[in-house]
């Protein structure tokens, strides 16, 4: 009955097309990320899952049943915002106690309820606390929690936490989850940030210009992305992209990149498919997936730039065409001026249709 299916979906804003044709089956139970840029239309489709936007064409089924013409009170649906939306001049139990009350729960029942609700929230020292006197973030708790008490067989979540400060979003992120468990809900969770989609997630569906890119496990979408967008969205920082073509050398299939050489040997299971590309690729690898080769072969770039990130480096190399990103653990005695030669690892290594951007193989 949980398990939602967006099938051919549109949306359109007068003549402008919001959204072009989703289709997406998300499990009962599932948490499904809703990832993009801004604008790619993950609160259009977000909106009309809730029933508050109709489609312009395509369906939303819940289970077996379609939701054409069924109002948004009606659906069995949780919704939380990015703007909070509680009563400033209740306390914190009263809001949480304000849906059980209109359903007309018994007293007992709801005492029990929001005990559990404000126990798993953190929210319990809280309770008789006025809202106006809370904070963004205690405030976003709140509203979670308020949703999350009428125990939604759907709960939908439009970037919660973008208002709140990083320290308390890591918080939320694992208090969230858990949540989800607990309920089992299927959650739908609208974020522009790869990382929470990444962190709590079960799938994500990765959008961009009113356009589903992919949908996968993080690790799929992080690992094999469909195409030169998800590759590039996907990561921080994204996919480091090469073009080049291919070319036949007495160790295998290399792709030659110009003024920067040829790769090493394409792994044999991409080196067959790239074998029969028409033109143009991109050579894709992940900067967290090199290692600094010492006098053997790799790609020989000038260091640009050196970030560190505590522990981390992010090694800058190459310009412009040859720009690429190196993630190293420790400080590797990089600077700027200086030459490295990196190694992709062969088995991280993607390679794309330069003319189309989708993954050769
Ligand atoms: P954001 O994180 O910025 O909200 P989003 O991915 O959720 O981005 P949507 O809010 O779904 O994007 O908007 C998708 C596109 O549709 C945007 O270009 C937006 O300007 C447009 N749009 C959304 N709602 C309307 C509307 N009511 N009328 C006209 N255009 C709209």
New binding site residues.
């Given amino acids: 009955m949980s398990a939602i299916h967006l099938q051919n979906l549109v949306k359109k804003?007068?003549d402008?097309t919001?959204?072009k044709t989703m289709d997406l089956a998300i499990a009962d139970g599932e948490f499904m990320a809703l990832l993009?840029?801004?604008?790619?239309?993950?609160?259009?489709?977000?909106?009309m899952i809730a029933g508050m936007e109709e489609p312009t064409s395509g369906k939303i089924l819940f289970g077996e049943r379609d939701m054409e013409g069924v109002p948004m009170a009606r659906r069995g649906v949780g919704f939380v915002f990015q703007n909070y939306a509680i009563f400033s001049h209740m306390s914190v139990r009263q809001n949480l106690a304000y849906g059980p009350k209109m359903r007309g729960a018994p007293k007992a029942e709801i005492d029990r309820r929001v005990g559990a609700i404000a126990e798993m929230l953190q929210l319990t020292p809280l309770l008789d606390r006025k809202a106006d006197r809370l904070s963004v973030n205690i405030l976003q708790r709140v509203a979670i929690g308020r949703s999350a008490i009428m125990e939604p067989a759907i709960f939908l979540l439009d970037?919660p936490l973008s208002n709140v400060d990083a320290a308390f979003r890591a918080v939320m992120r694992t208090e969230l989850k858990q949540l989800q468990r607990q309920f089992r809900q299927t959650m739908v969770y609208?974020t522009?940030d790869q990382l929470e989609a990444m962190t709590m997630a079960d799938r994500i569906a990765v959008?961009d210009h009113?356009v589903l890119q992919q949908v996968g496990t993080p690790l799929e979408v992080y690992n094999n992305p469909a195409n030169v967008f998800v590759a590039r969205f996907i990561g921080a920082p994204g996919m480091n992209l090469l073009r080049g073509r291919p070319a036949e050398s007495d160790r295998g299939l290399v792709i030659d990149l110009g003024p920067l050489g040829v790769t090493p040997p394409l792994p044999a299971e991409i080196a067959d498919a790239v074998r029969g590309a028409p033109g143009d690729v991109l050579y894709g690898f992940r900067p967290e997936q090199v290692t600094l080769a010492e006098g053997g072969r790799g790609l020989s770039l000038p260091v640009t730039f050196v970030e560190r990130i505590g522990a981390r480096t992010i090694v800058h190399l190459g310009q412009g065409e040859s720009a690429v990103k190196a993630v190293f653990d420790n400080d590797v005695g990089l600077a700027i001026g200086l030459t490295a030669v990196v190694a992709p690892a062969v088995h991280s290594v993607r390679v794309f249709d330069a003319g189309t951007g989708r993954a050769i193989k």
């Avoid at 993009?36 to 909106?47: D, I, L, Q």
């Fill in positions: 804003f007068s402008f919001a959204l993009g840029p801004s604008g790619c239309g993950k609160s259009t489709t977000m909106n970037e609208v522009h959008m009113g």
